[in-house]
């Protein structure tokens, strides 16, 4: 039935307690492939860029002040250190549950997480999202919002959400 198992993990042991449920599910459903990811920000820095031929205009000057000479001018640029923890986390666990038998793939997505997550699922194919709730509730909800309480609304895939241990249901 669920032939591609997708789960969503933060790099926190909270997260990590959605996964006997779907090595459980993946054994017990003869699953083809489970789909590790996690979401990261993708980092925005600058680099400098030499030859630049376009003057450096003084700002505290106004336009009757000295030109300078040409300098570096600044371009945009992505580094990958966040996305590089990210698969190095995901592989870890990924070699964990194939030393028992389970296809796996990763995958690091961008933000916002629970869109990412949401149509990551839907675009490949994913029979069931596997994810754990870190069982906020109240003030501490609102703040933080629920990425899987997201995930659960935006997704048209079904969602499989472990409650953290020691989560108290709110009543």
């Not at 599910?25 to 031929?53: F, H, P």
Request: proline share 6%.
């Amino acid at each position: 039935m669920y032939k591609k198992i997708l789960v969503a993990l933060d790099g926190s042991k909270l997260a990590e307690c959605a996964l006997p449920h779907a090595e459980e599910l993946a054994k017990g459903c003869d699953t083809t492939e489970v789909i590790l990811v996690s979401v990261t920000e993708r980092v925005q820095g600058y680099r400098a860029v030499k030859g630049s031929t376009e003057p450096f205009i003084r700002s505290g000057g106004g336009w009757g002040s000295s030109i300078q000479p040409p300098l570096q001018r600044l371009v945009p640029e992505a580094f990958g250190k966040k996305e590089k923890q990210a698969e190095r986390y995901l592989g870890r666990i990924a070699e964990k549950l194939e030393s028992k038998g389970v296809k796996v793939h990763t995958e690091v997505l961008f933000w916002p997480p629970a869109e990412a997550i949401a149509s990551y699922a839907e675009q490949n194919g994913a029979d069931i999202i596997v994810m754990s709730s870190h069982g906020r509730s109240g003030p501490s909800r609102w703040a933080y919002g629920s990425v899987a309480d997201k995930v659960l609304r935006a997704s048209c895939v079904p969602v499989l959400m472990v409650r953290a241990p020691g989560c108290v249901p709110g009543i």
